[in-house]
């Protein structure tokens, strides 16, 4: 789905965060972005509603190397949480490269994490895509709150296919590059065995 830029030597890929409404997912956009190097990285943009918002960015990183002479360019976007803005989430999901599942660890959100992870299944597949073949991760997020799941339970529900997760605090910046570095590694091996 990536997409190249020969002028510029550039390959884009675009990896979506998704999750339930307030788990955390623009909190992980916004300390990426405020952490990249000025020179690094476009724009943040923000595409707001009455209650929800999307996020937007691009950024160039200078540690992951080239493919056959292209940097790459990663594109980072947040959907809206809310199921009532299923439009806008099938709309950012399409041409998807790679895809973090930001999960609410606390309990009371169990179902809100089961409910989009399925939205995100059927959303895929309604695009002619399935999540088992899209490079992919999970974060528990929220992890230093007191009422929350253990991992264990967490992986059981969210998690049965063992892809590579994370626990986190992206108010505090816990997790959240480790989380950015998994996917990102993940989308350029797909992309090098397709080329």
Known sequence: MSFINYSSREINCKIVYYGPGLCGKTTNLQFIYDRTRPESKGKMISLATETERTLFFDFLPLSLGEIRGFKTRFHLYTVPGQVFYDASRKLILKGVDGIVFVADSQEEREDANLESLDNLKDNLIEQ???????????????????????????????????????????????GVFETLKSIAKLVLVQLKKAK
């Open 128 to 174: 002619g895509m399935n999540l088992n073949h899209i490079p992919y991760v999970v974060q528990y997020n929220k992890r230093d709150l007191p009422n929350v799941m253990s991992v264990d339970q967490l992986r059981r529900m969210l998690n049965p296919d063992g892809v590579p997760d994370f626990e986190a605090v992206a108010s505090q910046g816990q």
